[in-house]
């Protein structure tokens, strides 16, 4: 048998053990995922030929099953292949929400950033999601993530992403090299993962303000701790770089890449980072590929300044996962009553991505009458899903086939049904010390 569908099926059976109850239904119900390219409810995933069963299935198995998130995690680690001593491992985080605007029944629901505007902002109510994936390749769509997992009203991306981080790092053998997105960019984030063993490659916003080494200490007074300001906005305030040179890219023209050493935030002067600007020149380039991309780099060995800008563009392969987790493999389409249900539907989207990148070699490539075909080395995960049916029938199913229990005897007559109760929505909000206030004698 080839080696590679062995490895798909050895995959999957494993992944079977590790669903807890109802195992057969939640199953049947990712094989309907995978073959399903559009619905408009959950429910009619129960049409697909590969679920055996009921449409009622569908949601039992959501409220029995219990996935084991962290032995699917080592699962998922076993699929990655021990890197070449030159190569690192690459692993990408973002924050991204599922809206629940017309849910006032859910609980835990917080303000999350969205495509939406209420009152004027960018906003949408619902829950936000932290997740790690490892990128596998430079180039392409494919992020494969190791931890999906919902941030609750009393946490914070950056609370959810260290310990996300933490449960990752501490089973992996060689030390890795970690993507951020701006909202990580901060002193606190900088702080409660330095412990980590990982590295970390953290994209800044515009309007933040650094600060350079401070003076030798002159013997008077307190040491100082920061140096010359730094305010990223403002290229008057800019220091002398250490390194400035430009670069002729095929895909962005001119690039000039400036970088200085050993500036931090104002809140963690005790971690040093090196700051590189990327700022895209090419001629026929938009107003908004042209914006200077600001680049904090924190690790144990010094990085060329070409290949971290270029190392960062990996981590948008984060961002095609997301799009194509919400759109092809239905994550928001399900209207679900509590978070609980939402965080176990959660969980099966990281194991229907990893056997979409295992059948990737062994797949048969079936485009649409308008679409190209494509080589097995550049399939997208959207093109594995749409030839998954036919690998299906050849390597079968580990769920057992369900068993006839006759007619639901249904709700019991003269019991009263109750409303459900309605919550609000959770503010989240910065608690600052107070100041104290000075006695008038």
């Not at 095609?320 to 987790?325: A, K, L, P, V």
């Not at 409303?419 to 008038?440: D, L, S």
Request: proline content about 9%; glycine content about 6%; aromatic content about 8%.
């Amino acid at each position: 048998m080839n080696q590679s569908l062995q490895k798909l099926q050895n995959f999957r059976k494993e992944a079977y053990q590790l669903l807890g109850p109802a195992k057969d239904a939640t199953f049947d119900l990712m094989d309907a995922v995978l073959t399903t390219r559009k619905v408009d409810s959950l429910a009619e995933l129960s049409l697909s030929t590969v679920f055996r069963r009921k449409w009622p299935s569908i949601y039992e198995a959501l409220d029995d099953c219990r996935p084991k998130t962290n032995k699917l995690m080592k699962l998922y680690l076993k699929q990655i292949p021990t890197p070449k001593p030159e190569q690192r491992i690459i692993l990408a985080g973002d924050h991204t929400p599922w809206p629940r605007t017309e849910a006032p029944t859910l609980k835990d629901r917080t303000d999350e950033h969205g495509a939406k505007v209420i009152s004027g902002k960018p906003i949408t109510l619902g829950h936000g999601y932290s997740t790690l994936a490892w990128i596998p390749e430079g180039e392409g769509s494919w992020a494969l993530p190791l931890r999906h997992e919902r941030i609750s009203s009393h946490e914070t991306p950056i609370s959810r992403a260290v310990l996300q981080r933490t449960q990752v790092c501490r089973h992996l053998q060689q030390r890795p090299i970690r993507l951020w997105d701006s909202e990580y960019g901060c002193a606190p984030f900088v702080k409660e993962t330095a412990n980590i063993n990982a590295d970390k490659l953290i994209r800044l916003r515009p309007n933040r303000c650094i600060y350079a080494e401070p003076p030798q200490y002159q013997g008077n007074g307190r040491p100082k701790k920061h140096g010359e300001k730094m305010k990223l906005s403002d290229p008057e305030t800019w220091a002398v770089p250490v390194e400035s040179i430009e670069i002729d890219d095929p895909t962005w023209g001119v690039v000039k890449i400036s970088r200085w050493n050993r500036f931090h935030f104002e809140q963690s002067a005790d971690y040093p980072m090196s700051i590189i600007l990327v700022q895209p020149q090419g001629k026929k380039l938009s107003q908004r590929s042209t914006t200077p991309m600001w680049l904090a780099w924190i690790g144990e060995e010094e990085i060329c300044s070409i290949d971290l800008g270029q190392l960062y563009l990996r981590r948008f392969l984060l961002e095609h996962w997301n799009r194509f987790m919400k759109q092809r493999l239905h994550w928001t389409l399900p209207k679900l009553g509590t978070t609980e249900k939402g965080q176990r539907w959660s969980h099966l989207i990281p194991i229907m991505t990893w056997q979409l990148w295992l059948a990737r070699e062994i797949i048969e490539d079936n485009p649409l009458p308008w679409q190209k075909p494509l080589p097995g080395s550049k399939l997208t995960p959207g093109r594995v899903a749409q030839s998954f049916l036919g690998l299906l029938v050849e390597i079968g199913t580990p769920a057992k086939p369900p068993k006839p229990r006759g007619k639901s005897p249904g709700w019991d007559s003269g019991k009263k049904r109750h409303k459900r109760t309605r919550y609000p929505t959770v503010k989240k909000t910065v608690t600052r010390p107070k100041k104290e206030t000075k006695e008038v004698a």
